[in-house]
């Protein structure tokens, strides 16, 4: 469970590097990159940064190591806005999230074909 102080320094540094992320995709020759998700661990000592990657020209995990590459670029914007004793560390990850709803959906759409279409009337 995150306290409030926690969910709020993740919220602020979401609101502070999302811009800066999604105008990076264009850097990178185009593509969509956003920031969905930030966790901060109670010691304020480690943000974890969850990116969605779609349609880049680079591949996720080129621009996932990127990104924890130039983390101090980050890092320094963080401080340049954010008022804390020490910033937390950057950790940017892949947020798959999407690609397990698509799986899953595919999943169901499996099962839903397998199953006899008038299951109502043998019932009878």
Do not use: C
Not at 7 to 12: L, P, V
Not at 47 to 63: N, R
Not at 90 to 108: A, C, G, N, R, S
Request: no cysteine; net charge negative.
């Amino acid at each position: 469970m995150e306290s409030y102080r926690t969910d709020r320094i993740a919220k602020e540094i979401r609101k502070i590097l999302s811009q800066t992320i999604s105008l990076l995709g264009k850097e990178l020759g185009g593509g969509l990159i956003s920031l969905t998700k930030v966790t901060v661990t109670k010691d304020l000592s480690i943000a974890k940064l969850y990116i969605s990657i779609f349609g880049a020209k680079y591949t996720p995990l080129e621009i996932i190591n990127y990104l924890n590459e130039n983390k101090s670029y980050f890092r320094n914007e963080l401080g340049n806005k954010m008022r804390l004793r020490a910033l937390p560390d950057l950790k940017f990850f892949l947020d798959d999230t999407l690609d397990e709803i698509e799986h899953i959906q595919k999943m169901i759409k499996e099962v839903q074909s397998e199953l006899p279409e008038n299951s109502d009337e043998s019932a009878d």
